[in-house]
């Protein structure tokens, strides 16, 4: 019998199995090599991404675990939901009423009256005719485009949409089409491009994560409207943020109800705990239940997860004071950074790009301002394209104005110590 170029007697299984290890640890030592080097070349492009491990809950002062305490400005908990006293209180009561997790996925026995509720809720506060839940929204965007196109149907993508966006237009089998990010024209002439196809769906984020931009969601909707083309927005960043109540891009542009695909999360302003879900037409809905594999094969979101989105829908509802902070805390922050001379990208939300291009020269800036206690992250390839690295600030309604002026006398420092600005 031969086994990996040798020539064995069969002795039983122990001898073979002895073979076997051999041949397999040599394998993996020669794939080790490689992942070591490939390693290697992420560190010395200045491209490797720290993990810093915090030791108290979510919030605009968090605890490292060296003991230092810092001013968190890179965490997406816009209104400042992450360790909010009634969420806490209503995700307590669900584990005394409906247990810690599901076990199951909602079509066999994982759908309880709050998963129920919450998706009524994120309906009427969307404007939108049903909705479904998710594990995440990378889930949600993933499970999309699968169950509602095929090859005879074509997906209009913005160039700068989410990895979630770019892997569920993978998954499907539709043509596809790219845009340049937030341009009209280049829309337009790709929605010409794709008239012979039977269905179009154009695809865009309502705010673009990396920059800050919001999508001309109304501009689309014309444009979806004159070409016949469906229209899906992904208002993860924007949802709580954009538009005078917080319920984001569609609302920014007085277009409720036209959109006939939103996908979100509650990963974010929303709490910032996990979960995601896709809301709009009642059949699209239907359908996703019946066909999105995410949806069908994951377990349901926990119930004291649920039990706190529903209370945070009903804050949200009942007051605007949190959106109405979070919207000063952006203007008064990202005015004294222009004032200062930094290159911010162009911005109507909660997200403040500070753009330094170069990649150790983030890594840098962002390691300094931790010793002056603000806490970011710089973004660099393959966040972000190579050459376009930069410091992420994220806003927050925990903030309070001592907090901006903390982050904004540490970046004037080190823009000055850097040379990146005057």
Do not use: W
Not at 126 to 142: K, P, Q, V
Not at 205 to 230: H, Q, R
Not at 284 to 311: C, D, H, T, W
């Amino acid at each position: 019998m031969l086994l990996s170029g040798k020539k064995i007697n069969h002795k039983g299984h122990k001898g073979i199995t002895k073979v076997y290890n051999i041949k397999y640890k040599n394998m993996y030592k020669n794939y080790q090599k490689h992942l070591t080097k490939v390693i290697d070349e992420i560190k010395e492009a200045g491209l490797y991404k720290n993990e810093r491990i915090i030791v108290s809950p979510q919030g605009a002062e968090i605890e490292l675990s060296t003991g230092q305490k810092v001013l968190n400005f890179c965490a997406n908990n816009y209104l400042g939901l992450s360790n909010d006293p009634a969420l806490i209180e209503a995700a307590k009561a669900s584990l005394d009423n409906h247990g810690y997790g599901m076990s199951s996925v909602r079509f066999i026995c994982g759908t309880t009256d709050l998963h129920k509720e919450l998706e009524k809720k994120i309906a009427e506060f969307f404007g939108t005719e049903d909705t479904i839940l998710y594990a995440a929204c990378f889930d949600a965007n993933g499970g999309v485009f699968e169950p509602l196109l095929t090859e005879e149907d074509a997906i209009i993508s913005d160039s700068l949409n989410h990895a979630s966006i770019i892997d569920g237009v993978r998954l499907c089998k539709a043509q596809r089409y790219r845009y340049e990010n937030a341009d009209m024209a280049d829309l337009e002439k790709q929605l010409q491009l794709a008239q012979n196809n039977r269905f179009r769906l154009i695809v865009t984020d309502g705010v673009f994560s990396m920059d800050g931009n919001v999508a001309p969601l109304n501009k689309i909707v014309e444009l979806a409207g004159k070409y016949n083309a469906l229209v899906m927005v992904d208002e993860s960043h924007s949802a709580g943020v954009v538009g005078k109540t917080g319920r984001g891009v569609t609302e920014l542009y007085n277009i409720t109800g036209k959109v006939e695909i939103i996908t979100g999360t509650l990963g974010k302003a929303f709490g910032g705990a996990i979960g995601g879900f896709t809301t709009g037409k009642k059949e699209i809905i239907e359908i996703l239940r019946q066909r999105s594999r995410p949806y069908l094969f994951s377990n349901s979101i926990p119930p004291m997860v649920a039990a706190a989105g529903i209370k945070m829908i009903e804050m949200m509802t009942e007051t605007n004071v949190l959106q109405d902070k979070l919207h000063d805390n952006a203007q008064y922050f990202i005015g004294c950074m222009k004032k200062l001379g930094f290159d911010i990208k162009p911005t109507r939300s909660a997200i403040c790009a500070v753009m330094l291009y170069d990649a150790r020269l983030s890594q840098d800036f962002a390691a300094r301002l931790l010793k002056e206690g603000i806490y970011v992250i710089g973004f660099y390839f393959p966040v972000v394209p190579k050459g376009q690295a930069r410091i992420r600030v994220q806003l927050s309604a925990a903030h309070e104005k001592e907090h901006l002026d903390k982050a904004v006398k540490a970046f004037s420092k080190i823009g000055k110590e850097l040379g990146v600005i005057k």
